[in-house]
């Protein structure tokens, strides 16, 4: 079993998710008392979170990558970023340690592919869903037809996981416009949702949308699992 790094924090919320899923995957792939080998360095979202919103993303990079040297020179086999957002950082991080980084974006749009799905919608935030580093990957890499929600919702979404997710909160009236916004993709062809953000599956889940979702926290965890067991 390889040992994972996890580079956690952004927010802590989803980082528990990380573990919890990791732990009950390896048991459920290996039985008895088994457990994930893994290692986690956790940032201060608050700092994270500044930085992103003042676009210093080569010094939130430098946190990052010192993360990511911690976990290597601790003994991790790989890494593994908890976050979509900051894989905007992806390369730099990747370059500055000789072990492999497992992608989110790749992990989530196998599991698109192998689903024989093309046209696939895409929540997170405003980051995510207007930058190119998450879109281009999927639209380069994979073949994939990107749909994301129209600016006003773009905020919304945006809004509810600064101010709600991350901090903890699920409120019913969010639950709600997000199932909205998701139903406006579909009307606009679209096939599947990835939920392009750590926390978003704290809100909703396949019980809220009529095409199948893509809970980047689960594939991604997931996924280490299975490359640690490799």
């Known amino acids: 079993m390889k040992t994972i790094g996890l580079i956690g924090g952004m927010s802590w919320e989803s980082s528990i998710e990380y573990y919890r899923i990791i732990n009950e995957t390896t048991k459920e792939k290996l039985g008895g ?4 080998k893994s290692l986690m360095v956790t940032v201060d979202f608050a700092e994270i979170e500044k930085l992103q919103h003042e676009g210093k993303w080569d010094d939130a990079a430098q946190i990052l990558v ?16 908890c976050t979509n957002t900051m894989h ?3 390369d730099q991080i990747s370059a500055s340690v000789n072990i492999p980084f497992l992608h989110i974006a790749d992990a989530t749009a196998e ?13 997170g935030t405003r980051f995510t869903m207007e930058h190119d580093f998450y879109k281009g990957r999927l639209i380069e890499n994979f073949g994939l037809e990107v749909l994301t929600p129209l600016e006003p919702d773009r905020a919304i979404i945006h809004r509810v996981i600064y101010e709600e997710l991350v901090q903890g909160k699920i409120l019913e009236n969010s639950r ?3 199932r909205r916004i998701m139903e406006r993709l579909i009307t606009e062809g679209a096939q599947g949702i990835i939920l392009g953000c750590t926390e978003i599956e704290l809100l909703v889940g396949q019980e809220d949308s009529s095409v199948p979702l893509f809970p980047t926290t689960s594939i991604h965890a997931i996924s280490a699992v299975e490359y640690a067991l490799k």
Do not use: P, T, W
Request: net charge positive.
């Open 88 to 90: 905007k950082l992806a």
């Open 176 to 178: 709600a416009e997000y």
């Open 33 to 36: 008392l088994h457990s994930a």
């Open 66 to 81: 010192k993360c990511a040297q911690d976990l290597e020179r601790s003994g991790a086999d790989f890494i593994v970023l």
């Open 111 to 123: 599991k698109i592919v192998s689903a024989g799905i093309r046209k696939i919608g895409l929540l």
